[in-house]
């Protein structure tokens, strides 16, 4: 009995501790699905507890990244389904120009700090705009390096969903940041 | 193909996700099209810079602070219930001296380890120098014949120990240069790498597992029976492991998966 309560507590530490190695990651995927970095901060922390309490469900040596960002997403559209889940272009909100100013930064290194933060700042706030159907998967193939199949596993929708919504996902970040990241194309020229 | 149809493909072309059959045509389509390949230059532009943004974004250390200390996911041990008093009580008469001098170390190293100037841990502190080799503020010999820069490597440190060199062609770096760093009287072999997809540095210096970050991710490998730690700083990803008494630190940009099962496959059980 004592072994088997040894065994499991092993288990579970080793899934704790490969799951730290996600958090960046996790962390990304949350602050573009929270409306603040407060909320990306506890999305993440419920989200390792919730990893943490399904341990058993984890088999060990398949894809723990891609089981954390199902957990993340499951939970933030689960514990915040009173929000309105998705918006029309139409009514886009501002662009929240202090966010990235909230975000805590690492080191972000001397001269690079201005044009790296402007970027991720444009970036962000471009993404923040597109609405959330067709946000994911770009979080997760862009940002995540998820595949299409691990993405629609995730997103609980077929791969051929995921794509269309990449593609249109992408167009729509296009015309926000056309001008920006010197794309050659201009922005109203997407379809 | 038409120019509808290559734009609905050029997404999943971008993403490597077309079949042999569909990617022959369409780039066949784009070679013809300069519209298409315009489309096409732009969206992977979008992309990388996405993944560009995002790497930038890393958990901040107050989160990390706060999982590590949930014990809902890391359970914290058992406390005893007996007091310290319980302890002594048992304990011989001529014990007790050695005990009152063992306490009296216990507070008075910290004392003198708190007194002394604090600096950040030696691993975090070697990651500078990617920092300024990218940006041409550290002035190193380039060099692309691996056994030169082993062998410059090693007698820059007397021979007490080798720099990790690691064959990565498969992956498409190769070694650029060699240099040698000295933080808090250590000395730190670094190996470099670049390639298309990047850069890649490879730290070598005597040491223990003590040197990994407080607030590293430690994994273990069941198979090679090893501990890693996972840290980042400033966008850049870092594993470090042990071997015997070396300690080895891959630091990249890359997604921190990769670069810790790249160490997983290197690192060889002491």
């Keep these: 009995m004592r072994g088997e309560r040894k065994a499991e507590g092993a288990k579970r530490g080793a899934v704790a501790s490969e799951a730290m190695i ?26 390792f507890v919730r990893a943490l309490a399904a341990h058993d469900q984890f088999d060990p040596g398949t894809n723990m990244k891609a089981w954390l960002t199902k957990i993340l997403h499951n939970f933030f559209f689960d514990h915040y389904r009173q929000r309105k889940r998705w918006i029309s272009t139409e009514e886009i909100p501002e662009p929240v120009s ?22 991720s700042a444009n970036i962000t706030d471009a993404l923040k705009r597109i609405p959330e159907e067709f946000r994911a998967p770009i979080l997760l193939i862009d940002m995540g390096d998820f595949s299409y199949a691990e993405a629609a596993e995730i997103l609980s929708c077929p791969i051929g969903t995921i794509r269309s919504r990449l593609s249109r996902g992408r167009k729509l970040a296009h015309q926000h940041l056309a001008a920006y990241v010197g794309l050659k194309q201009k922005g109203s020229s997407t379809k | 193909m038409n120019c509808a149809e290559a734009q609905e493909l050029i997404t999943a072309l971008i993403d490597q996700e077309l079949g042999q059959a569909e990617r022959s045509s369409l780039e066949e389509h784009l070679s013809q099209c300069s519209g298409c390949r315009l489309a096409f230059e732009d969206e992977s532009a979008l992309k990388q810079k996405i993944r560009e943004a995002a790497r930038r974004i890393n958990a901040p250390g107050q989160l990390r602070d706060r999982i590590l200390s ?15 008093q319980d302890y002594l009580r048992p304990m011989p008469p001529l014990l007790r001296p050695i005990l009152a001098f063992a306490l009296l170390l216990a507070i008075a190293l910290p004392m003198f380890y708190f ?9 975090l502190a070697a990651l500078e120098t990617y920092d300024l080799f990218l940006r041409g503020d550290l002035p190193v010999r380039r060099t692309e014949n691996t ?16 720099p990790m ?3 990565l062609t498969a992956m498409n770096l190769r070694p650029v240069a060699g240099l040698v760093r000295e933080i808090d009287g250590r000395k730190i072999l670094v190996a470099i790498y670049q390639g298309p997809g990047g850069s890649l540095f490879c730290y070598t210096f005597l040491g223990s597992a003590e040197d990994a970050p407080p607030n590293a991710a430690r994994f273990f490998d069941t198979a090679k029976k090893m501990d890693f730690y996972a840290f980042s700083r400033g966008g850049i990803n870092a594993v470090l ?12 940009e890359m997604p921190m998966e990769k670069l810790l099962a790249l160490a ?3 690192a060889k059980p002491s």
């Design chain 2, 264 to 266: 997983q496959s290197k």
């Design chain 2, 241 to 252: 492991h042990r071997e015997g008494r070396i300690i080895c630190i891959l630091a990249s």
């Design chain 1, 22 to 47: 996600h958090l960046d990651h996790l962390y990304r995927v949350a602050v573009h699905l929270a409306k603040d970095p407060t909320e990306a901060e506890d999305l993440v922390q419920e989200t």
């Design chain 2, 165 to 167: 060199g690691y064959n």
């Design chain 2, 70 to 84: 949930d014990p809902r996911i890391f359970p914290e041990k058992r406390r005893s219930s007996r007091r310290w």
């Design chain 1, 98 to 119: 202090d966010y990235w100013e909230q975000l805590p930064t690492e080191n972000p290194g001397p001269e690079n700090h201005v044009l790296l933060n402007e970027l």
């Design chain 2, 115 to 123: 007194s002394k100037p604090r600096s950040e841990p030696i691993a």
């Design chain 2, 147 to 162: 056994d030169q820069i082993v062998e410059e490597l090693t007698r820059a440190v007397g021979g007490d120990f080798h």
